[in-house]
């Protein structure tokens, strides 16, 4: 993986000097000054930003596409939009897919991310079919890796900061599990995430996605 460059770098205009500058995961106490300055958030207004800016060419018209490549946003919980975007914008993601959602949320201000998380999350999310339930699901105290439901939800709906799961693509889940635990995925606030799908079999994550996802 490629050695992170403290991203003062880019504020500094060294950015093209220094190749590319990955951005450190929020700590806590930098999600919540974030949290203090998030703005409420307006539907009508977040909805007629996600029409102008092609959020639909790729995530659908009701946020709820068909392609397994792009991840469903309807129902989505708005304060996990609003950092994801923030995320983006601030380059904490490194894959090619987070590069592309980088330039797209690029002039996005935060009025603007509030306003879109709000209108996608007040929307209906697709259900999941019932798949059967993998053991991992309960989690394993053995490894100390807590049962998935305590934090995102009995059904999946997420909460907060934790996505809704359910209705989500599996090729989605999949793939964010799969990163979470090589690494390349880091930008969950004190690894709240990555430190258990680290310890995830690629048979459990498989599972998972399949159980979640649809
Ligand atoms: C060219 C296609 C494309 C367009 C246009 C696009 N996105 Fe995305 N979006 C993606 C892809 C691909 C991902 C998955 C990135 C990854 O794997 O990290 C994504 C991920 C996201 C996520 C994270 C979802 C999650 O569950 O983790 C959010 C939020 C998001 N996009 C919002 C938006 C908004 C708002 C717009 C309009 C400003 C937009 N996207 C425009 C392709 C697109
Ligand atoms: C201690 C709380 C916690 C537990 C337990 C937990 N998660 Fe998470 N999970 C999170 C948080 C927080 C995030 C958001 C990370 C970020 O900011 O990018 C997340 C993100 C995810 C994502 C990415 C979703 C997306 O839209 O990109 C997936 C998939 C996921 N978790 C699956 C699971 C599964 C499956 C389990 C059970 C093995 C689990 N999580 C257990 C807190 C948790």
């Not at 998380?117 to 019932?130: C, I, M, N, T």
């Amino acid at each position: 993986m490629q050695k992170k460059l403290p991203c003062t770098f880019l504020s500094l205009g060294l950015a093209l000097t220094f190749g590319t500058c990955q951005a450190e995961a929020l700590t806590a106490s930098d999600w919540q000054r974030e949290l203090n300055l998030k703005p409420g958030g307006d539907t009508g207004q977040g909805r007629m930003i996600y029409e102008q800016r092609g959020c639909a060419g790729c995530h659908g018209t009701d946020a709820q596409t068909d392609n397994p490549q792009w991840p469903v946003l309807a129902g989505q919980r708005p304060l996990y939009v609003y950092k994801m975007l923030l995320d983006y914008q601030a380059g904490r993601l490194q894959s090619a897919d987070a590069a592309i959602m980088g330039s797209l949320a690029q002039s996005l201000n935060r009025e603007e991310i509030a306003d879109i998380a709000e209108w996608v999350g007040s929307l209906p999310r697709p259900a999941s079919p019932q798949a059967a339930e993998p053991v991992i699901l309960g989690g394993d105290r053995q490894r100390l890796i807590p049962p998935c439901s305590a934090c995102h939800g009995a059904q999946g709906q997420g909460w907060d900061l934790q996505p809704a799961l359910l209705g989500q693509h599996r090729d989605y889940l999949g793939k964010a599990l799969r990163r979470f635990k090589s690494g390349e995925r880091d930008n969950d606030v004190n690894a709240g995430m990555s430190q258990f799908a680290k310890k995830l079999s690629d048979e459990e994550i498989r599972a998972l996605a399949d159980y979640y996802g649809r």
